[in-house]
C-alpha cells in the first residue's frame, strides 16, 4: 500500500469488532514503532501502558470520552468496543514537556495499526484523575492520551467541507461516519 492510502486509511475509527482479538505482541510491534520514531531532543520521555485483557479493557472504557461532535452517542455499545487500549504516558522525571512526542508517537502507532488492517482512535478527553486511580499509575507519568485499537467495524468517508466552513463529522441515516477536511488550496498560505 503506498503511504497515501495508507494516511487515508487512517481514521478515527470508534466502532470496532469486539470480538476480533488483539494479542500483546501486536500492540508492542506497535509501541515499538512510537520507541523508533523521532523525540524531542531525543528525551524519549514516554512511557506505555498496553491492555488487551477484555476487563482491563472495561475498566479503561470507563473513563473515556468518544466523539465530541456526536452529541447523543455515549460510545461504541457492547460488542463495538476496542480489543486493545495503549496509554500514553509521559515520564516527567525525564521530561516535562511531551506534547510533541506524544503526536509523533501517537501517528507512528496509528500509521502502523492501518498497515495491519486495525484502526484505531487518539481519545484526549479522558478523565484523568480516575484512570490514573483505577490502574493506578504513578504521580511522575502524565496522561495526555489513551489509544483505542481493533478490528474496525464502520465506514468512514472524507468529505469536502462545504462553503459554510462546518468541519464538524457526522453519521447519516445509513450510519456511515462523515469526515470534512479542508482542501489543500484551502490550507497552503
Known amino acids: ?3 497515501l492510502s495508507l494516511v487515508k486509511k487512517n481514521r478515527s475509527y470508534r466502532r470496532f469488532k469486539q470480538d476480533h482479538r488483539l494479542n500483546m505482541k501486536t500492540l508492542r510491534e506497535l509501541v515499538n514503532l512510537a520507541r523508533l520514531s523521532g523525540s524531542s531532543s531525543n528525551l524519549q520521555g514516554l512511557k506505555f501502558f498496553l491492555s488487551v ?17 456526536l452529541k447523543n452517542w455515549d460510545g461504541p455499545a457492547e460488542g463495538e468496543r476496542p480489543g486493545g487500549y495503549i496509554i500514553i504516558l509521559g515520564d516527567t522525571e525525564i521530561h516535562s ?17 492501518a498497515e495491519k488492517g486495525l484502526g484505531g482512535c487518539m481519545i484526549g478527553s479522558v478523565d484523568r484523575p480516575g484512570l490514573r486511580k483505577e490502574l493506578n499509575i504513578k ?3 502524565q496522561i495526555p492520551l489513551v489509544i483505542a485499537l481493533g478490528k474496525p467495524d464502520e465506514k468512514i468517508v472524507l468529505d469536502k467541507v462545504e462553503d459554510t466552513g ?13 469526515v470534512p477536511k479542508r482542501s489543500l488550496d484551502d490550507i497552503i498560505i
Open 1 to 3: 500500500m503506498d503511504f
Open 53 to 69: 485483557d477484555s476487563e482491563m479493557n472495561s475498566r479503561i472504557f470507563k473513563y473515556l470520552k468518544w466523539a465530541y461532535y
Open 97 to 113: 514537556t511531551i506534547d510533541t512526542d506524544v503526536g509523533i508517537a501517537a501517528q507512528s502507532i496509528l500509521l502502523g495499526a
Open 139 to 141: 504521580e511522575q507519568y
Open 166 to 178: 462546518n468541519i464538524q463529522y457526522w453519521r447519516d441515516e445509513n450510519d456511515v461516519h462523515h
